[in-house]
Every structure is written in C-alpha cells, then in structure tokens.
C-alpha cells in the first residue's frame, strides 16, 4: 500500500498486481501502467470508494503466501483512504465518528486512535491479514514524534503501546454518548481483547516498517534554503501542537518581542548580552519550550545586535474546534489570529504610501514575490515582517490552499497595523471560523496577505511555520 500525499498503493510481488488509492486525480500514472488507480476519502474523509478499495486490499492480502512480498508505502492521508469498519459499524458511523473528533479538536493521535480500533485494517491488521507473507513498509511521518503506529494509524505495526483506548479518547472530549451503541461496542469488546498473542509476535517477525521521511527532514531543508538566502534560521520547535489561533497569537507576541529587542540595537550599541538579558525578560508570556529554545541561541542575539536578517521556523501540527460555519483551515486560521494579533499591538496612522507593506494579489504563491520598494527603506526605521504557515501535502482543511501568508512593517521601533485588515472586521471571520474566505477577500483587496495555492504535492510530512525578520534592505521571495 503506498500512501503519498493522499495516494495508497500495494504491490504483491507473485503476479505483481498492483492497487492505488488516490483523493484527486491530477497525479495519475501515465496510461499502460501497471498500477490500477482508484480514487476516494474526499477532502479527507473516508467514503464509500475508499471503502471498496480497502476491502480489496484486505482481500488480496488475505490471499498471500509466505511465498509473498507486500511492499507498502505509507503517508498521511492514509486513514481516511483505508476505511474498513468492524462489523457491523457502518461506514456512515465511522464517518460520523471522524467528524465529531475533527470538530472538537482532538489530534491527529487521539483521532488515529480511536480509528484503528473499530478498522478491520489498522492496527496492525493489514499485517496480520497478510501472514505468512513477509511485509516491508516505507513510511512519511506525518505525526508528531514519529510514532509508527499512529501514521495512518499502523495498518502494519502490530505491537503498539496501549497507553490510551478509543474509549477515553471518547470521553475525553464528551462525545462518549454521541456516537452509536455499535461503536460504543466495539470499542468496549476491543479494549477488554487487546493482548500480545502468539500469532501477534509471529506476525511481527515477518514484518519491517522503515521511517524515510518526516517534518524532520522537511524543517533541515528549509533551513537550508534560508541560509542560501541570506537569512539566519532558528528551529523554534518539531513539536507544535495546540490551537491554531492560539500558537498564531504567540507567534504575534514573538514577533513583537524580536522587533522590539532590533530596535534597542538600533537605538544605541548594544552588548549581545544585554539584548539576551532584554529577550529573556520578554518572552515570559511565550511557550516554555519557545523559551528554552530562544534563549538557548545566543545566535539570534547577535542577528539583532548586527542588524541582520533572520527566519523562525516551526513544524508540526495544530487543531482546530470548530465553533462557526465558515470554511478554512488551521494553517489559514494561524495566519489570520498572528495578523489580528500584530493589529492589536500596533499602531493606527497614515503611513505614507512609500512605507505601506504590499502583498502580491496573485493567487499562485509560486509566482509571489515580497518586494518592498527601495524608496520606503531607511535601515533606521523599519523592518519587514513575513509570516507564513502551510501544510506541505498542499491542502490545508476542505480548501484548495495548502495555508496562508501575510506581512507587516514596523517603522520607527512602531508596528504599523493593516487598516485594511480592520475594514474587512478580520475577528468576525476568525470567530467563525471562515479564513479561507478571509483571505480570498484579502487577495482581492490587495495589500494584506494570500493564500497558498500549491496544488497537491504528493507527500505529507505535516505543516511548517515560518517567520522572516528582515532590518535590512532585502526581498522577503521565494518563501
């Protein structure tokens, strides 16, 4: 099973009869391959076209012999397009199961956790179908931590811990009595049965599961591009978790701190010490893991003593509850609490046309170009501010848009605020939980921020963060 950006594939070897599952077609194999492509778990749900397939998964599984090699490949995404409920769950029940999780901002974890324990497939199941063939998966992580068993929620990891049960996921969040008697069942009947049997260890012998890729890899990347770039790149954490609007104020509070500390080194000389010393007193109302992390590189001190430029990256995964009716999604949702947030810090003037922070109104971000006209700059004054945050699969919530991307400028150690942010009442769409139409707006009004628009990307290794610092004379491109 190969599942890459929302694409599921499996391969067995005698015969080489292949089966892929896709959510959207525009990474379909060239016509005469040998893979048979079909197509389901729209907008990341489980359907009945995931459903069929996976029932044809199990059954080709079934039919292996130790004879057989099944080869899978797993990214996020993966859940959603093996869904194969327990009897006699529906997939109707299972699908109502997801959205009451999803909606009251449960992880991707507690999520996956409830989900292999009603599947036919998760959980090691797909594995155990297929003894006595022996079984080598290749996995992109997608969650936080890596854990194995979590990513598409373990269709080949058969020993996992049970450190928690679908049961107290459920009343957890209050939704025990929401779901159906039958689910309720199943995952009584599942949690009392759960143990490492006999065949459960034969089963893990035949069986390697290989990590290759991971938000990980993804941050070194960036950070590596940052650094062609000219820009300094601190890696504030691969671990992000929380409320999207919630880490978008932080990221805001961050923000407001770093311009505030290069001002106090554009005012008058100032030891690396003493800009530490002034970072430590002001980040008290960030994330004590932001803090260690901050204050832990004296790097970033010496960026902002010499007046350089520098990038904060994160990666990782928030949620979001839904209390609105809007559309969106959390990378979209981030972007817009850290705008709202920079307005209610900021200043309200008339700032000449020169110094007014333009966004490109161009919906492809790939053409994007954060140019800042050379006439508003004066190294004494100002500095630009860029944030962004984007799901690297390229589809952030039921959106066509893998996140969202704003910028600010602070002039004379002042943020100035978006006026026209204000104009299209920026808390009335984020109460509602409607960024995507936010931004649309925005694009439409130009000068305050897009969405990105990648298109699918065929991989997912989670969302990454990023905040672009610049004192001097620079393009904030090529984010």
């Not at 901002?105 to 497939?121: K, P």
């Not at 290749?138 to 928690?164: H, K, M």
């Not at 942010?421 to 808390?427: G, I, Y």
């Amino acid at each position: 099973m190969w599942n890459s950006g929302n694409i599921s594939c499996t391969w067995q070897k005698v015969g080489c009869s292949m089966t892929a599952v896709t959510t959207h077609g525009d990474m379909l194999l060239k016509q005469g391959s040998n893979i048979k492509i079909c197509e389901g778990a729209e907008n990341n749900l489980p359907d009945e076209a995931a459903h069929r397939t996976a029932m044809t998964i199990l059954r080709l599984a079934q039919g292996l012999t130790e004879k057989d090699i099944l080869l899978v490949l797993i990214s996020g995404g993966g859940s959603a397009l093996l869904p194969a409920p327990i009897p006699p769950i529906t997939l109707q029940e299972k699908q109502h199961v997801t959205k009451l999780l999803g909606s009251a901002g449960a992880t991707i974890q507690e999520l996956n956790t409830v989900r292999r324990q009603i599947s036919l497939l998760k959980g090691g199941e797909l594995a155990k179908a297929a003894y006595p063939a022996k079984v080598v998966t290749l996995i992109l992580s997608d969650i936080i931590g890596d854990t194995i068993d979590l990513i598409a929620s373990g269709p080949t990891v058969i020993n996992y811990p049970q450190s928690l049960t679908g049961l107290a996921v459920l009343q957890k969040y209050n939704l025990l009595f929401d779901v159906s008697d039958t689910v309720r069942r199943v995952l009584e009947r599942r949690e009392s049965s759960f143990s490492s049997s006999a065949r459960n260890k034969a089963c893990s012998v035949a069986v390697q599961n290989v990590l290759v890729g991971s938000n990980e890899v993804a941050l070194d990347a960036a950070e590596h591009c940052a650094r062609k770039l000219g820009y300094y790149p601190l890696n504030l954490s691969r671990w992000l978790q929380g409320e999207a609007s919630a880490v978008g104020e932080y990221f805001a509070k961050l923000t407001m701190h770093i311009q505030q500390a290069y001002q106090l080194a554009k005012r008058s000389p100032s030891e690396v010490n003493d800009i530490q010393s002034l970072l430590c007193g002001s980040l008290q109302s960030l994330p004590l893991d932001w803090q260690r992390r901050l204050l832990a590189d004296k790097q970033l001190a010496m960026c902002i003593q010499r007046l350089k430029p520098f990038c904060v990256m994160s990666g990782g995964e928030t949620t979001v509850a839904v209390l609105g009716s809007g559309k969106g999604g959390r990378n979209q949702e981030m972007v817009l609490s850290w705008l709202i947030n920079i307005n209610n810090c900021a200043r309200f003037s008339r700032v000449p046309a020169a110094h007014r922070v333009d966004t490109p109104s161009h919906a492809d971000c790939a053409s994007a170009n954060f140019h800042f006209p050379k006439a508003s700059w004066s190294r004494n004054q100002e500095i630009d501010i860029c944030f962004c945050s984007a799901g690297t699969d390229g589809q952030d919530g039921p959106t066509d848009a893998a996140g969202a991307v704003t910028a600010v400028r602070s002039v004379n150690g002042t943020m100035v605020a978006n006026t026209k942010a204000s104009l299209l009442n920026a808390q009335a769409y984020l109460e509602e939980n409607d960024s995507y139409n936010f931004w649309m707006k925005a694009d439409e009004l130009g000068g305050i921020g897009q969405l990105i628009k990648t298109g699918h990307t065929g991989t997912n290794v989670m969302d990454i963060q990023v905040l672009l610092v610049n004192p001097q004379q620079r393009h904030l491109s090529n984010l």
